[in-house]
């Protein structure tokens, strides 16, 4: 299994920009897909953004097309999501994955997680 260290949320103004990382440990994250979840209070747990072992293939959802940019560099087992043009709906805890295809969009199809980073955006 992977473990995963999500970092690098804060509160920022709309409009604004943040860069979210992702740390692994383990040799499988290489080869395995990389997803992005958020999940805002009371509601369920959102697919933000996922991509493919070898960084070639993404997948957005659509509130988050355009402004959000997932990556990862195998060398350093980390991955990103670089968010920009942030919403006050943009604020929730986001939380990274490991998964078996970039394809899959369900929390369910990840089994490796991390303990999120909290985003705030401010109106």
């Known amino acids: 299994q992977v473990q995963l260290v999500e970092s690098g949320g804060g509160l920022v103004q709309a409009g604004g920009s943040l860069r979210l990382s992702c740390a692994a440990s383990?040799?499988?994250?290489?080869?395995?897909?990389m997803g992005w979840f958020r999940q805002a209070p009371g509601k369920e747990r959102e697919f933000v953004s996922s991509?493919?072992?070898?960084?070639?293939?993404?997948n957005y959802a659509d509130p988050v097309k355009g402004r959000f940019t997932i990556s990862r560099d195998n060398a350093k087992n980390t991955g990103y999501l670089q968010m920009n043009s942030l919403k006050p709906e943009d604020t929730a805890v986001y939380y990274c994955?490991?998964?078996?295809?970039?394809?899959?969009?369900?929390?369910?199809?990840?089994?490796?997680w991390g303990q999120g980073t909290q985003v705030t955006v401010s109106s």
């Open positions: 991509i493919d072992w070898s960084g070639n293939l993404r």
């Open positions: 994955a490991v998964g078996r295809s970039y394809r899959n969009t369900g929390p369910s199809d990840f089994p490796s």
């Open positions: 383990g040799r499988t994250f290489s080869t395995n897909a």
